[in-house]
């Protein structure tokens, strides 16, 4: 350890003892019975990582995948019963084609890299948003991914790609309104008939929602399952988000009393 300019400057060796220490303090406050149950998270800020380092912005999705690695096994080993990852928006075309390009490689490499992982740790893949919009290639990487994972009974890891909530809200609507024409629901539509056509069907909505990388918006992204769901920001850009940040949002949501518009004392 030393000091430089008023910094305390850590080797490895220090810096990766302050992390075990924080980690075993945050693993003592939480308590592992009121563990959320879907996480959801908007990973943002890849670019951004990159650019501050002088690296090219592909560089940053790079180690994003790698994020999205750890972040699998460690909500997976914390029991978490559904984790959703905002991997590609619909909004996201607009970028430049070769970015586009390169995400779209992402899906295929995580996949070949990971899936016997997926498979042994007993995590189902689960894809939400317009495939159809997606290039074939991605389609097949994904959807593989998804049968080879059919029989799990693990945790859901759901990859939201073309996603965007309105118009997954919209097609629930037409949907519906298709089925009401051909007499296949009877009386009123209510939230549970609603929430039964959005993509995340007979899933519990997200009781917390993490984004990184300094935003505090929700960027269309699961309007109708947000509703009473927790949100935890933090600066941290994703490619730096790790098990501790993690660990100080599920600890922080912990703290929160959720009401649900009722009073509790």
Not at 208 to 237: C, H, K, P, V
Request: glycine share 8%.
């Amino acid at each position: 350890m030393k000091w430089e300019g008023g910094t305390v400057l850590l080797n490895g060796g220090e810096k990766a003892v302050l992390e075990e220490n924080r980690e075993d303090e945050l693993l003592r406050l939480i308590d592992l019975k009121k563990i959320p149950r879907h996480i959801a998270i908007i990973m943002d800020g890849n670019g951004r990582w990159a650019v501050e380092r002088g690296l090219p912005r592909r560089e940053g999705h790079r180690q994003g995948v790698e994020t999205v690695r750890e972040t699998v096994r460690n909500c997976n080993n914390l029991d978490i019963e559904v984790l959703t990852l905002f991997a590609f928006s619909t909004e996201n075309w607009q970028r430049p084609k070769w970015e586009v390009n390169y995400l779209m490689s992402l899906p295929e490499k995580y996949f070949n890299q990971d899936l016997l992982e997926l498979i042994e740790n007993n995590i189902q893949v689960s894809l939400i948003g317009d495939r159809n919009g997606l290039p074939r290639r991605v389609q097949k990487a994904v959807l593989d991914g998804v049968e080879a994972t059919r029989e799990n009974t693990g945790m859901i890891l759901n990859f939201a790609m073309n996603y965007g909530s309105r118009a997954e809200i919209l097609r629930a609507v037409n949907n519906i309104t298709a089925d009401a024409s051909r007499n296949k629901i009877k009386g009123k539509i209510d939230e549970n008939t609603f929430s039964g056509y959005l993509y995340t069907a007979g899933m519990p909505d997200p009781d917390l929602l993490i984004r990184t990388s300094g935003e505090m918006r929700i960027s269309n992204f699961l309007l109708w399952q947000l509703a009473y769901s927790e949100l935890w920001f933090t600066d941290i850009y994703w490619p730096d988000f790790n098990k501790i940040h993690l660990l100080e949002a599920i600890c922080d949501y912990q703290k929160r009393k959720r009401r649900f518009g009722k009073i509790k004392s």
